[in-house]
């Protein structure tokens, strides 16, 4: 049986070299709450190494993030510093191991949110929303893992692209939303394929934070979850989300 912290290294050294691995569950088992401490200890050692936390990423939020992973529970990851991406910016495809990406869309925080709150309160606490994209990076090899597996691994969270932020005030339930690479179009989809309504997301995160005696901090960035199915990135691909009237964020891809 391999502890926690080796199961951490494991997956840590993953991420950072770009290597695949199997999956944990395949060679023991592992609970869901084990895996999270996992995450915790893997995200422990990026931060001795100079990463600054800065928010948290929701994960599974649609169905069709659900079907095409082939896993049915709403969970979390953190996000660095180090995972940020210029908007515009470049994305280096060796830093991974098989990116995709997907539209997203994210909370700025402007008061602390823990524990089980309503959407009112959810809402309340949040600073101004944005168009967003989510680049993941399964570390295990195919791609493929069980829920344990995905939820150690950071929720398969690798980076992050924001673009210009908006009033919370602009009705962000169901708005139209365009994944685009080098200008055709991959995926159109509605922010309510996020649970029906991405505040549900926030108040899910919220909830799940305070299990392990965290909280959403004033300046936290919260990506709300997968709006679309991911689309695999290569070298040389320019990936544009669109969200209806809060714009676009942008990348392009290198070698």
């Given at each position: 049986m391999t502890?926690?912290?080796?199961?951490?290294?494991i997956v840590d050294d993953a991420a950072r070299n770009a290597t695949a691995i199997p999956q944990l569950s395949l060679t023991q088992a592992i609970t869901v709450d084990e895996a999270y401490a996992v995450q915790t200890l893997s995200?422990?050692?990026?931060?001795?190494?100079?990463?600054?936390r800065v928010g948290v990423k929701m994960g599974l939020t649609s169905r069709t993030k659900m079907i095409q992973v082939g896993v049915?529970?709403?969970?979390?990851?953190?996000l660095t510093d180090a995972m940020r991406v210029d908007e515009g910016g470049i994305v280096k495809r060796s830093r991974y191991v098989?990116?995709?990406?997907?539209p997203e869309l994210a909370f700025l925080m402007k008061h602390r949110l823990s524990g089980k709150v309503t959407p009112v309160?959810?809402?309340?606490?949040?600073?101004a929303?944005?168009?967003?994209?989510?680049?993941?990076d399964s570390r295990y090899a195919d791609f493929k893992f069980a829920l344990p597996d995905v939820v150690a691994d950071n929720a398969s969270s690798s980076g992050f692209v924001v673009g210009e932020w908006h009033a919370r005030d602009i009705a962000f339930d169901n708005l139209g939303v365009v994944l685009e690479i080098?200008?055709?179009?991959?995926?159109?989809?509605?922010?309510?394929?996020i649970l029906g309504h991405p505040l549900r997301s926030l108040v899910a995160a919220a909830e799940m934070v305070s299990r392990v005696g965290e909280a959403l901090e004033p300046g936290a960035i919260v990506m709300a979850g997968g709006i679309t199915a991911a689309e695999p990135l290569a070298p040389g691909m320019h990936v544009r989300a669109s969200i209806e009237r809060l714009g676009?964020?942008?990348f392009t891809v290198e070698a």
């Open positions: 502890s926690l912290d080796e199961l951490a290294v995200m422990a050692r990026r931060r001795a190494r100079g990463e600054h049915d529970e709403v969970i979390w990851g953190r098989h990116p995709r990406a997907e309160e959810a809402l309340a606490a949040v600073e929303i944005a168009p967003a994209i989510e680049i993941i080098d200008g055709r179009v991959k995926q159109v989809a509605s922010t309510a394929a676009r964020v942008n």
